[in-house]
């Protein structure tokens, strides 16, 4: 209950937030917009107090797929919120970020999982484990956040402004954050790709040659895709491609080989 009861507010609040958002975007409001932002704040609150009950209460914390999942939405809460106090316009970016992150806690209270304690594995393991999931997470919401900037730039470039892309955040602020989570994703995953190159004893005998092979060419695409960023300022078209090309690599890094192992295989990655 002390872990549920914040998670359910914070979601409830993540969709107000959204639905004011929605309306200050609408009606020009300023106002409606600052209310927005301080009920989005309050419910990262809430939601920071989950993950804080979950870490560090009692007993080791369950690090299967929803907890951690709920923790990216965290994350991703908090890069919106800190890169939105001195330019509030880019809240405007909420309008994707929230009902994700309100998904992501619905996810961690009501889809069923088999608990996954670190307290079973070796400290390196459980560095590799937590990374990799959290990796996964944040780039694959930047999957998500890249749709929409495809989807915007597409009826831009045609002149077609229906009242659906008048309504979403404008395409400069969705690359913001999108660049943001690929660049904490990026560094999850190196951290990820260092600790099971250090702690995994043999990839080979525990088939997981073609895991990390996706895993180096996905590291490879976000590198890549950051590097021009920095360098050539890439963004549209360039920076949709790459960023859904690395989350079709990691998708398969993560999930292609886990289903070819243990279904057509018969083997396990342990």
């Not at 549209?236 to 057509?264: D, N, W």
């Amino acid at each position: 209950m002390i872990h549920d009861l914040p998670l359910v507010l914070a979601a409830a609040l993540y969709m107000v937030s959204a639905a004011l958002l929605y309306y200050s975007i609408g009606n020009r409001s300023e106002s409606m917009l600052n209310r927005a932002f301080q009920v989005a704040v309050a419910g990262g609150v809430l939601h920071f107090v989950a993950q804080v009950t979950h870490w560090l209460g009692d007993g080791p914390p369950d690090v299967s797929i929803a907890p951690l999942l709920s923790l990216c939405a965290l994350v991703c809460i908090f890069l919106l919120i800190t890169s939105s106090i001195s330019q509030r316009k880019l809240f405007a970016a909420g309008l994707i970020a929230l009902p994700i992150a309100a998904a992501a806690i619905l996810a961690e209270l009501f889809m069923p999982h088999e608990p996954f304690e670190l307290s079973t594995m070796s400290t390196g393991i459980a560095v590799h484990l937590v990374s990799s999931i959290l990796a996964f997470g944040l780039l694959s919401m930047a999957g998500i956040y890249a749709f929409f900037v495809f989807f915007i730039d597409h009826f831009l470039r045609r002149h077609h402004l229906n009242p659906l892309v008048r309504s979403l955040p404008p395409l400069e602020v969705l690359e913001g954050l999108l660049f943001k989570l690929i660049t904490a994703g990026f560094i999850l995953l190196t951290i990820s790709l260092a600790s099971g190159i250090m702690f995994i004893n043999d990839i080979f005998a525990q088939h997981l040659v073609h895991k990390t092979i996706l895993s180096i060419l996905t590291w490879l695409v976000f590198g890549v895709l950051l590097f021009g960023r920095w360098r050539y300022g890439w963004r549209g078209s360039t920076a949709v491609r790459l960023t859904l090309a690395g989350v079709v690599l990691l998708v398969l890094a993560y999930f292609g080989t886990k289903a070819v192992l243990e279904v057509i295989l018969g083997r396990s990655w342990q």
